[in-house]
């Protein structure tokens, strides 16, 4: 998917970028059709495209790009690369002037030297995922690049900058569609370096926080206090939240029901925080309790998709 937020990104630290894109690919490839990745001056920006000397040689002709092109590379014979496909890149220079004129949740282009007249196929296509409002998958087509745009990004709030926050967040702040909040009582909590896109939120409080998060956000609670994560348990419960997840034992939670039971809340609501988070099987090493999460997120992002995909 196109992603607006990560030129605006590039484009904020530099005039001009250059985002290579995979327009097509035949046979055993890094990556796939529309994995993209923004290249300055001093080169890469964002994203990866993969394939090792396939990046490599594809960043360096961004860097010294200064118009549009379309490159085919096999990926043996040109490149020595053992996957033995072929690849077609995208390569499209992207300024503020380019940026703002981005609109809609489509975005359908000529490639170099093709018509910039739109073939019926195209208008087809276009037509049909709008009329359904599921966007189609990345593609060429007579001659045609065809994109769909980034959704806007799930917020996700993190409540504690320790050692399972800071795994966790360095974790899923690369990940695409997400927007990380991060939240504790003092700056020094956090690390000096915050991941790109990341929100730093320090807060005395957290939990006078909450009335004004969005009840479509997702929330991992894992603070150093107990008491503060029964506090923000009790707090999300009353704001409303897409999902929530708490760090902890079964005895941890076994006492946490009991006390937001006395809170006022109903036994269906408070089922709807899950306690442990991640996968246990992993670990409790913080890396483990972090790619258990990420696994957990990514397996949602899936099974969404693909009831958008049964539905549409």
């Known amino acids: 998917m196109l992603d607006r937020a990560a030129l605006a990104r590039a484009l904020a630290q530099v005039p001009r970028v250059v985002r290579v894109v995979v327009a097509d690919t035949r046979g055993s490839v890094p990556r796939e059709v529309g994995a993209a990745m923004i290249v300055g001056p001093a080169g890469l920006l964002d994203g990866t495209i993969g394939g090792g000397t396939l990046e490599h040689e594809a960043i360096r002709r961004a860097q010294g790009l200064r118009a549009d092109q379309l490159d085919r590379r096999a990926l043996g014979p040109d490149l020595g690369q053992c996957c033995g496909g072929a690849v077609t890149l995208l390569y499209e220079i992207w300024d503020a002037t380019r940026l703002e004129a981005l609109q809609g949740d489509l975005h359908a282009r000529p490639l170099p030297d093709s018509t910039p007249e739109m073939p019926f196929a195209v208008k087809r296509l276009l037509a049909e995922a709008r009329a359904q409002g599921t966007p189609p998958e990345a593609q060429m087509r007579e001659g045609w690049m065809i994109e769909p745009l980034a959704r806007a990004a799930r917020p996700l709030w993190v409540w504690g900058a320790g050692h399972v926050g800071r795994a966790i967040v360095a974790t899923l702040a690369p990940l695409p569609g997400i927007e990380v909040t991060w939240v504790d009582t003092a700056r020094d909590r956090f690390p000096e370096q915050i991941p790109e896109g990341v929100t730093m939120l320090p807060a005395a409080d957290p939990a006078l926080l909450v009335p004004h998060v969005p009840v479509t956000g997702e929330h991992l609670i894992l603070t150093y206090s107990h008491a503060l994560d029964l506090a923000l348990c009790d707090a999300l419960l009353r704001r409303g939240f897409a999902a929530c997840g708490l760090i902890g034992s079964a005895s941890k939670w076994a006492r946490f029901r009991k006390r937001l039971a006395a809170l006022g809340h109903e ?34 992002t899936a099974r969404q998709d693909a009831k958008r995909g049964r539905t549409a």
């Open 267 to 300: 036994p269906a609501r408070i089922a709807g925080i899950s306690c442990p988070i991640g996968q246990p099987s992993f670990g409790k090493h913080p890396q483990e309790i972090a790619v258990g999460v990420a696994a957990e997120i990514l397996g949602q």
